[in-house]
């Protein structure tokens, strides 16, 4: 056997994103972060070897750099049965890998994946002047709506993660009285 190759694959897990940015193999997205979440990476990839009736990949693993020859100890990161694992209570914005195991040490496959948990990022006003901060009417017999765009209004910023990597998705609009 010489070869293992990874390929992601159209998938059902919620927090995987296609992305091929700086040599990512896919991104997993936590907007939300609970207490952990994890990633069937099955789901997300195929682990297949030059002679899979004989020899499949066993198992996949963290490690710390593309090399795959050290085990990450980061306690985020853990993997169980192609189960990833993520402790999600601290934001994070890092790459990760993940390094495909078969039962000959030389033969594997290191893939790079992004992991965003959102959790310290802080929304700012950048359109103070935006119309839909002062709006005035009168009231009228026939209902008329004005319709406003919220886009560009904020954008959220982080010391963990870059500007709108966990943008604004809601807002709620209220009433004052």
Same mark, same amino acid.
């Given at each position: 056997?010489?070869?293992? @190759?990874?390929?992601? #694959?159209?998938?059902?897990?919620?927090?995987?994103?296609?992305?091929? $940015?700086? !040599?990512?193999?896919?991104?997993?997205?936590?907007?939300? *972060?609970?207490?952990?979440?994890?990633?069937?990476?099955?789901?997300? $990839?195929?682990? $297949?070897? =030059?002679? *899979?009736?004989?020899?499949?990949?066993?198992?996949?693993?963290?490690?710390?750099?593309?090399?795959? &020859? @050290?085990?990450?100890?980061?306690?985020?990161? !853990?993997? !169980? =049965?192609?189960?990833?694992?993520?402790?999600?209570? &601290? *934001?994070?914005?890092? !790459?990760?890998?993940?390094?495909?195991?078969?039962?000959?040490?030389?033969?594997? #496959? +290191?893939?790079?994946?992004?992991?965003? +948990?959102?959790?310290? #990022?802080?929304?700012?006003?950048?359109?103070?002047?935006?119309?839909?901060?002062?709006?005035?009417?009168?009231?009228?017999?026939? /209902?008329?709506?004005?319709?406003?765009?919220?886009?560009?209004?904020?954008?959220?910023?982080? /010391?963990?993660?870059?500007?709108?990597?966990? /943008?604004? @998705?809601?807002?709620?609009?209220?009433?004052?009285?």
């Amino acid at each position: 056997m010489t070869d293992i @190759t990874t390929t992601y #694959q159209s998938n059902s897990e919620d927090f995987v994103l296609d992305y091929t $940015a700086d !040599s990512h193999f896919f991104k997993i997205f936590i907007g939300t *972060p609970s207490t952990s979440e994890t990633i069937d990476l099955k789901a997300v $990839a195929t682990y $297949a070897t =030059d002679r *899979p009736d004989d020899c499949d990949c066993l198992a996949v693993v963290v490690v710390t750099d593309d090399t795959g &020859a @050290t085990l990450s100890t980061d306690a985020t990161f !853990s993997v !169980s =049965d192609f189960v990833l694992t993520i402790a999600t209570d &601290a *934001p994070v914005h890092e !790459s990760i890998f993940l390094k495909a195991t078969t039962y000959v040490d030389t033969v594997f #496959q +290191v893939d790079k994946v992004l992991v965003t +948990v959102c959790g310290d #990022q802080t929304i700012v006003n950048i359109d103070e002047t935006n119309p839909v901060f002062d709006i005035n009417g009168n009231a009228t017999d026939v /209902p008329e709506w004005t319709v406003f765009s919220l886009k560009d209004i904020w954008k959220t910023t982080s /010391p963990t993660f870059p500007d709108n990597e966990c /943008p604004v @998705t809601n807002v709620e609009i209220c009433e004052d009285d």
